[in-house]
């Protein structure tokens, strides 16, 4: 992953909302309908979060019939804290 992807996922999550999202997915997978009922925002806004979250690759997609179901990437996730764990000791 280079370092364009890591700041995509820093601004996917510089949202509270997605930060939300972020939080609601960590260890299991939801779909649109769910994640609506736990925020205060319209299907288009929810659409534009998880485009963001798909986009920078922290977050997958998966279209089941008629519902579009979410979770992390867990290989994502371990490659950007990774980065961070890098950055952290080249520091020492």
Excluded at 6 to 30: P, Q, T, V
Aim: net charge positive; charged share 30%.
């Amino acid at each position: 992953m280079d370092e364009r992807n890591y700041i995509n996922i820093c601004k996917a999550l510089s949202d509270s909302n997605r930060m939300r999202i972020f939080k609601m997915l960590k260890g299991k997978e939801m779909c649109a309908n769910e994640i609506l009922e736990h925020l205060k925002c319209s299907q288009p806004t929810l659409s534009y979060h998880m485009k963001l979250l798909c986009g920078s690759g922290l977050v997958n997609a998966d279209k089941q019939g008629l519902w579009m179901h979410y979770s992390i990437n867990d290989k994502t996730l371990r490659e950007f804290t990774d980065y961070f764990k890098y950055m952290q000791e080249a520091e020492k």
